[in-house]
T-cell receptor, first 115, second 115 residues
């Protein structure tokens, strides 16, 4: 069964500092991986996704993520955090034909940005 | 355009009321989803429609009744809810329910409060 672990429940960074949010997955084949961001009371917004090819993917809002098969990781990074980045971040593994429709989400990481 | 719309934005209902949530997408997606999300938790899958047919029901109580009138619309009919059903209800859609085309786009959600 596929699973996603986000080891950090809560991260606090200063505005302008760099950010890395960790995501580890368990999946039998090449996974389809996603990062979503959710502001309070809002829906989930897709930041970026990885399906194949270049292991460093660029997303919206200046985010990037790197797929590392050897470490089963898909960590999200941003070189300089803005106060508006404060939100909940979810990593997810997409479904396969065997379990169509059933994406798996991590428990999320809450990002707080200090002025 | 990757927009999924949901109405209403907020809903307060009593335990004897009947209400409906509505979701709409015009991206030509053939898979649509209902999720329930409690505060500080990841979305929990409730239902999946694939090509307008219910393909997944995650053992959701019968007081929640989904409906897919056409490929662009998804409803969730609510009846005799309990206070513990209070949550953010998210709709999502994807081109297909599995594989590389299973990039899910989320609506802003309906904040439901059951009194």
């Amino acid at each position: 069964a596929q699973s996603v672990t986000q080891p950090d429940i809560h991260i606090t960074v200063s505005e302008g500092a760099s950010l890395e949010l960790r995501c580890n997955y368990s999946y039998g084949a090449t996974p389809y991986l996603f990062w979503y961001v959710q502001s309070p009371g809002q829906g989930l917004q897709l930041l970026l996704k990885y399906f194949s090819g270049d292991t460093l993917v660029q997303g919206i809002k200046g985010f990037e993520a790197e797929f590392k098969r050897s470490q089963s990781s898909f960590n999200l990074r941003k070189p300089s955090v803005h106060w508006s980045d404060a939100a909940e971040y979810f990593c997810a593994v997409g479904s396969s034909s065997a379990n169509a429709g059933k994406s798996t989400f991590g428990d999320g990481t809450t990002l707080t940005v200090k002025p | 355009d990757t927009e999924v719309t949901q109405t209403p934005k907020h809903l307060v209902m009593g335990m004897t009321n009947k209400k409906s949530l509505k979701c709409e997408q015009h991206m030509g997606h053939r898979a649509m989803y209902w999720y329930k999300q409690k505060a500080k938790k990841p979305p929990e899958l409730m239902f999946v429609y694939s090509y307008e047919k219910l393909s997944i029901n995650e053992s959701v109580p019968s007081r929640f009744s989904p409906e897919c009138p056409n490929s662009s619309l998804l409803n969730l009919h609510l009846h005799a809810l309990q206070p513990e059903d209070s949550a953010l209800y998210l709709c999502a859609s994807s081109q297909e329910p599995a594989g590389v085309t299973d990039t899910q786009y989320f609506g802003p959600g309906t904040r439901l409060t059951v009194l």
